[in-house]
């Protein structure tokens, strides 16, 4: 059986990471390379990098911002935001990044996820779903055949119309080696993540499927691992406030006889 991840995601606009809630209301949480060392020698996974202004504002990753992140780590590193070709993929890649994540790229041009994928292989290419469950109009979330969740693009800022199932078929059908699912409701809330929607993504694919948006304890890491049926989980507010570490997340869930990587156990003196 695979082991499970454990992955702090680095959100990144203007050199910083930034974290907000429900993709809005953005605060400084601190240096990414800094972050990036930090959580590598602390024994995270994998890290995701994510330049979540680039798609918006209409410009390129900060690709030497990730050469000195990619640099300082010793773990696998995806990086997103604002990739529109493969040529921009391959300067993502040679600059150190392990896998890239398209967006709103992805939706734009779904083609970019193949050629992706037949240049650099369905393990380089990860396809990132922000989405948010459908509502009535008094906003509650919508039941039934009517439910459901739409995807969003542009830092969650434009809804496609898309059903984030149907779309996470679609691009693993095209050469998806991942799906980084978010969901924009629990993003920042630390209020658990959406079960329903991780479980329906990733009983619809078979590839991994990252959770993201929503941790705020242990526990509601291992039910994203379990009952969510995610081969990972995405970290973001718990780790960069100090609220919780990757050593205590993986001590508890690894206590518990959730399948993680060990922990690198310290030489003997």
């Not at 809630?21 to 996974?45: H, Q, T």
């Not at 493969?86 to 990044?97: C, D, H, N, Y």
Request: charged share 20%; net charge negative.
């Amino acid at each position: 059986m695979v082991a499970k991840r454990i992955i702090p995601c680095l959100d990144v606009a203007d050199g910083r990471v930034v974290k907000g809630v429900n993709f809005v209301g953005l605060r400084d949480a601190g240096d990414p390379v800094e972050l990036a060392c930090r959580y590598s020698a602390s024994g995270a996974d994998e890290l995701v990098f994510l330049d979540i202004a680039a798609s918006h504002q209409g410009r390129s990753t900060l690709v030497e911002l990730v050469r000195r992140t990619a640099e300082a780590v010793t773990i696998p590193f995806t990086v997103g935001g604002g990739i529109r070709s493969v040529e921009g993929i391959t300067e993502l890649l040679r600059a150190g990044a392990d896998k890239i994540s398209l967006n709103s790229s992805a939706v734009a041009d779904p083609n970019l996820v193949a050629e992706g994928a037949g240049r650099f292989g369905c393990q380089c290419i990860v396809v990132a779903i922000d989405a948010r469950a459908r509502r009535d109009p008094s906003g509650r979330p919508l039941a039934g055949p009517d439910g459901g969740w739409d995807v969003f693009v542009k830092g969650g800022r434009e809804n496609t119309g898309l059903d984030a199932v149907a779309w996470a078929q679609q691009v693993v059908a095209l050469g998806a080696g991942e799906i980084l699912l978010t969901s924009m409701d629990g993003d920042g809330t630390q209020a658990g993540y959406d079960l329903a929607l991780t479980r329906a993504v990733a009983e619809a694919v078979a590839v991994p499927v990252i959770a993201s948006g929503g941790a705020g304890s242990i526990a509601h890491i291992g039910a994203a691992l379990a009952e969510g049926k995610a081969a990972a989980a995405l970290l973001a507010s718990l780790l960069h406030d100090g609220v919780l570490t990757v050593e205590q997340i993986k001590t508890e869930l690894l206590s518990k006889g959730v399948n993680l990587r060990p922990l690198e156990q310290a030489p003997a003196a």
